[in-house]
């Protein structure tokens, strides 16, 4: 058994709906990978990498209350077992089943929470979760953005999704828990920040800096800023569901995922309206904002570029993504991976996955043939060349197929008080 540091690649499961429920986007279907999932295995192994984030499409498998459709995890599953491959298991990844609606579903949580129970105990050898991917980003794009999903634009839209898709988390992390004591979870969440043009857009911007938190202080069971009280409160909140989040957190079985692209940060005008800044601060900086406040081991999570015209695009960004995760080792911080997302190229994203326009965005570390790219070629020797250096300052996991010691080598290192 040997220490490690989790590089990963992911498989896109996103599931999102759009046209008002009418159109479901499927991630895995456009890119190809219920026709070609060994091969896209074979591209992991390909890379040397033996972390996946990888679920089986939620709104397939939970067909209605107690009703499953194991056939297509129970397969790849299986095979992933054989490989040994260790899935982090994404359970919702910004779409839930037509039967249960959308977001705004009170109901979702304990559905939810009952189908991560089930899926972990048909597969007990598992062990790593994140149970609801970017749980910020799915609200803030149901609720607030009106692009998937409810796709509603109101504030009140956007809380009650937040709070629906956080507490669906937490009671998933409970089930899986009642099943597998050790389990650990990898929230997946979107690092951002807002940057204030001018004097005048400084207000708007601290309240959006505030916000970006929301997910994760209910999901760890801090206390938000009484401006932020004050929002939950007025845009459907009860108090009975906020000291909820305080009262079951579970924290000390999480390692905080950070996700980061170009994307995440924002230029904020003075009216409140954001446009896109590219990176500022960028990934070091923001990391250690977000690890300040919750004081738990990081992982990033997700990255990708473009490969463009020049054909370095994407390599060149690793690189500086690597060398921003070694800022945050050596400066102390227990960063525990690294994931280029994902392994094979993505399709409409460019829209934010609103238009099903078949468009291929060129991130991945393969192309939708499954040949490898340059950024593949490239990170297949950075994981090569750093798999035996880094387990050596940072909280290191003992990881094999079945990971008894990890949940108490997380407590040892943290101290946990």
């Known amino acids: 058994m040997s220490l ?3 590089f990963a690649t992911g498989i896109e499961n996103s599931s999102p709906t759009v046209g008002n429920g009418r159109l479901r986007t499927d991630e895995m279907e456009k890119c190809g990978h219920y ?35 194991w056939t297509f995890a129970d397969e790849t599953f299986a095979d992933l077992r054989e490989r040994g491959v260790i899935p982090i298991v994404d359970l919702c990844h910004f779409g839930v089943p037509d039967w249960i609606g959308d977001f705004q579903n009170p109901d979702f949580p304990t559905l939810f929470a009952a189908y991560a129970g089930a899926f972990a105990q048909r597969y007990p050898w598992v062990q790593i979760y994140t149970p609801v991917n970017e749980m910020f980003i ?12 409810e796709q509603l634009t109101t504030d009140g839209g956007f809380v009650t999704a937040l709070k629906h898709v956080v507490k669906a988390n937490v009671l998933a992390m409970h089930a899986i828990l009642a099943l597998r004591p050790d389990a650990l979870f990898i929230q997946s969440e979107s ?26 202080d209910l999901n760890y069971g801090r206390r938000v800023n009484s401006q932020m009280y004050e929002f939950l409160m007025d845009n459907g909140m009860t108090r009975k569901e906020y000291h909820f989040f305080l009262r079951n957190n579970l924290r000390h079985y999480c390692i905080m995922g950070n996700d980061y692209y170009a994307t995440n940060e924002h230029r904020v005008s003075r009216d409140g309206s954001t446009r896109p800044s590219g990176e500022v601060f960028g990934y070091s900086e923001i990391t250690r904002q977000y690890h300040r406040r919750y004081l738990l081991p990081v992982m990033h999570t997700e990255t990708n570029c473009a490969q463009g015209e020049r054909g370095d695009e994407a390599v ?69 060349a750093w798999r035996r250096v880094l387990p050596t300052q940072s909280l290191c996991l003992q990881l094999p197929i079945e990971l008894p010691e990890a949940k108490q080598i997380i407590g040892d290192s943290l101290q946990l008080r």
């Open 4 to 6: 490690a540091f989790l």
């Open 35 to 69: 026709a070609s999932w060994r091969e896209d295995f074979d591209c992991v192994q390909e890379l040397g990498i033996q972390f996946l984030r990888y679920g089986p499409p939620l709104y397939r498998t939970h067909l209605g209350p107690d009703r499953y459709d």
């Open 138 to 149: 799915c609200a803030l794009f149901s609720g607030r953005y009106g692009w998937w999903n």
């Open 191 to 216: 690092s951002e920040y807002f940057h204030a043009e001018d004097p005048y857009a400084i207000r708007p911007a601290e309240i959006l800096n505030a916000e970006r938190f929301l997910s994760l």
């Open 316 to 384: 060149l960004w690793l690189w500086k993504e690597w060398a921003n995760v070694l800022r945050l080792r050596n400066d102390g911080i227990p960063i525990v991976g690294f994931t280029w997302y994902s392994i094979t190229d993505q399709v409409d994203w460019d829209t934010a996955l609103r238009e099903n326009r078949g468009t291929v965005n060129p991130v991945g570390l393969f192309d939708l043939d499954r040949r490898i790219r340059p950024v593949g070629l490239t990170y297949r020797q950075l994981i090569k």
